[in-house]
């Protein structure tokens, strides 16, 4: 018998996690051992371990602008992809997972998490990130620009590093991305994004302040004419759903 195929996956322990954490129709932030819990697990994801050979290193079908580039073993070959690749693992009301792969070079524009707690995990490569709390929490989505205090300015992470957690009001709820290297981001939103539940994701630009540093105006903007995201298969261990 092989007793390693029996072992829970470790994107099943994060699954499980997030289905006792973020239970329906709970109201307010997780306790902070909870949020060290998920952070913990994500720590311990490798790229393997959400279907992505994140070597750089293997050959095998390079793809193209319509197909998702894999190895000869199945996996998507993260260095190969030719521009953002967003690999959906699951959704329901109460969270999502699910994995950015980028080229090197590729932007995700400013954007914002609204109500939501997000945490993230660095698989591989290295990103330049940006990201800002408001001020004060605009109470209507409109054109005007809204202050907003920066949070990190322009940090470089490189793999391996630690998980990082927004909140609602903290911890650069708006944030960019901007791929020093491929590189590829799991993230776990709860609850996910949902325009009927005004939870839309909403893109931003930035109005610099020249005395008043640290600092920023944001304004809301539409969809970026640039901004292409693809769709690959989740095509990691199975996960047992409880329905």
Known sequence: MDFHSMETSRIQRLYDACESIFLPGKEGLPAVKQIRWLQDLLDDMEPEDVGIDGSGTREGSPGDDASTPKDQDGLILGHAVKQITYIHIHECDDFSIGVFCFPAGAKLPLHDHPHMVVLSKLLYGSVKVKSYDWVTAPKSRTKKSELAKVVMDNRVLQAPCKASVLFPATGGNIHSFT?????????????????????????????????????????????????????????????????
Do not use: K
């Open 179 to 243: 791929a020093l290297t491929p590189c590829a981001i799991l993230d776990v939103l709860a609850p996910p994004y949902s325009e009927e539940l005004e939870r839309p994701s909403t893109y931003f630009s930035e109005i610099t302040i020249p005395n008043l540093p640290g600092f920023a105006l944001l304004e809301e903007r539409g969809l970026p004419d640039d901004l292409r995201v693809a769709c690959a298969p989740y095509l990691g261990p199975e996960l047992s759903l409880d329905t």
